[in-house]
């Protein structure tokens, strides 16, 4: 019996088209619709959004923008007031130290077990996939007392001791793109009298850029947005996260602070737009190789 084939046409391209663009369109406005709302909110007074937060300004007032610069403060644990900038301050050296820490450490661990064999190494592999099967509330007391206990706690000197573990998701991922990367180009380097730093450093790891940066926006994003690192493990450090966070628990104190959290949010929003939209080339492009040596 013959197979079937399915036969493509102009039309039913263009349904197939229409049908995908539909479908992403509805992604599109599902994505976009808390961005616009927290927008459309920070140009409203208090009063106005108590009646009807759905509803468009009809003031818009864009000083709420301003204030987020004045009145979006924190009040940590000992007392002490943190403003916008300090804030900004500390989700900036978080976000710097995690991501890069975390992404090397990943990325040095996950070479070693798909490159290299050696006693232990496939018992090691299955411990780290039923260690990311562990909910992290149900680790969080013991990593929180193994952390006090090391002196880790709001410590900045020694917080990316944690941030260092390498056995986490980007683990997962840069384990099946080292095992997917041809062993070809470290042979010939090999062969060339290059060590296995030489050939990790340059050789292996140009091949796997457009998936670090991949992960590394990933993770930045994720600790971007993370108030409960400030809030466990560096309560003197409050990021703009946390910042947020305890704002909007104090909000009903200051007059239109609604607003003004909503405006702060935008604001917030801003480094991860820029990151993201300063990076999505270097994702898409496609990895580019030389020939082999015979």
């Not at 084939?5 to 599902?30: E, Q, R, S």
């Not at 149900?138 to 900045?156: E, F, I, Q, R, T």
């Not at 994003?221 to 910042?243: E, F, K, T």
Request: aromatic share 16%; hydrophobic share 50%; net charge positive.
């Amino acid at each position: 019996m013959d197979k079937l084939k399915f036969k493509h046409t102009p039309a039913i391209d263009k349904v197939i088209y229409i049908a995908f663009f539909v479908l992403f369109a509805i992604f599109a406005v599902v994505y976009l619709y808390p961005l616009v709302w927290a927008i459309i909110n920070s140009l409203k007074s208090m009063e106005e959004y108590s009646n009807d937060g759905l509803a468009l300004p009809k003031n818009p007032l864009f000083y709420h923008y301003v204030q987020v610069f004045t009145s979006f403060r924190s009040t940590g644990i000992d007392g002490t007031t943190y403003g916008y900038f300090a804030m900004l301050l500390n989700s900036l050296w978080i976000l710097v130290v995690n991501v890069t820490v975390n992404v090397c450490s990943s990325a040095m661990l996950a070479y070693a077990l798909a490159k290299f064999r050696f006693p232990g190494s496939k018992v090691l592999y299955a411990v780290v996939i039923f260690a990311n099967t562990i909910p992290i509330i149900g680790a969080g007391p013991a990593a929180y007392k193994l952390a006090m206990s090391l002196n880790l706690v709001n410590n900045p000197a020694t917080i990316w001791l944690m941030w260092a573990s390498g056995f986490d998701f980007a683990f997962i991922v840069l384990y099946g793109y080292f095992k997917g990367v041809s062993s070809s180009y470290s042979e010939s380097a090999k062969m060339d009298g290059a060590n296995n730093l030489v050939i990790l450093f340059k050789i292996v790891l140009p091949q796997v850029i457009p998936c670090l940066v991949a992960i590394a926006i990933t993770q930045a994003i994720n600790v971007w947005n993370n108030y409960s690192v400030c809030m466990v493990y560096l309560r003197d450090y409050p990021n703009l996260a946390y910042g947020m966070y305890t704002f909007k628990a104090d909000a009903f104190l200051e007059k239109d602070s609604t607003p003004i959290y909503f405006a702060a949010a935008v604001v917030s929003c801003i480094p991860v737009i820029v990151l993201y939209a300063c990076t999505q080339e270097l994702i898409l492009t496609n990895m580019t190789t030389g020939g082999l040596k015979g």
